[in-house]
């Protein structure tokens, strides 16, 4: 299987600041990557997939790069409403593998 | 709009099964796999399997070979995954989500708003 690091596990940040999360796959998986956010008590939502590209309807503060083994998701400008975990997912293979997880705190 | 509805909570004695159900509406259900993803309390995901829609494969994570079931029924639009021999790590919430290509794996454009399976003598 693949295996996803995620760093930092935890982030604690504030309004307004640019917060950057990194994703490290195990082998190489192109550009087959896709990151969520995820409220408590809530389903996962998808931010970015095939690497870089904003899913319809997310705000344009979201955006990823990284090809191959890295992996970066940033947030340009944190919003009261950017506080949760965020998990990068490879989708180059089954099984899908997730990050473990950064929660983004105040 | 795109929407999955899932059944809801149950609590299981160890070694019981569990059955949990995902009604799709808003699209073609057999033009997107669903794929299953559980959440075990204060925990990060985990992709337990996928099916396909279209013709039934399915493809699961080796760690629940032999215990897990994934089905479809097309005429309803709602996928079901079954879950046999549980265990106290069992625990979690199971979601289903839409894979957004229709065969192969993929990344998961909806998902449906979880169901917690407790398993607990």
């Known amino acids: 299987d693949i295996q996803m690091t995620q760093s930092p596990s935890t982030l604690s940040a504030s309004v307004g600041d640019r917060v950057t999360i990194t994703c490290r796959a195990s082998?190489?998986?192109?550009?087959?990557l896709a990151w969520y956010q995820q409220k408590p008590g809530k389903a996962p939502k998808v931010l970015i997939y095939?690497?870089?590209s904003l899913e319809s309807g997310v705000p344009s503060r979201f955006s990823g790069s990284g090809s191959g083994t890295e992996f970066t998701l940033t947030i340009s400008s944190l919003q009261p409403d950017d506080f949760a975990t965020f998990y990068c997912?490879?989708?180059?293979?089954?099984?899908?593998?997730f990050g473990q997880g950064t929660k983004v705190e105040i | 709009q795109v929407q999955l509805v899932q059944s809801g909570a149950e609590v299981m004695k160890p070694g019981a099964s569990v059955k949990v159900s995902c009604k799709a509406s808003?699209?073609?259900?057999?033009?997107?796999?669903i794929n299953w993803v559980r959440q075990a309390p204060g925990q990060g995901l985990e992709w337990m399997g996928w099916?396909?829609?279209?013709?039934?494969?399915?493809n699961y994570a080796q760690k629940l070979q032999g215990r897990v079931t994934l089905t479809t029924d097309t005429s309803t639009n709602t996928a079901y995954m079954e879950l046999r021999s549980l265990r106290s790590d069992d625990t979690a919430v199971y979601y289903c989500?839409?894979?957004?290509?229709?065969?192969?794996?993929?990344?998961?454009?909806?998902w449906g708003q979880g169901t917690l399976d407790t398993v607990s003598s």
């Open positions: 997912q490879q989708y180059y293979s089954h099984p899908e593998t």
């Open positions: 082998q190489n998986i192109g550009n087959w």
């Open positions: 095939k690497a870089s």
């Open positions: 808003g699209y073609i259900f057999t033009n997107y796999g």
């Open positions: 099916i396909s829609t279209d013709n039934g494969n399915t």
């Open positions: 989500a839409r894979g957004r290509y229709s065969s192969g794996s993929s990344y998961f454009d909806y």
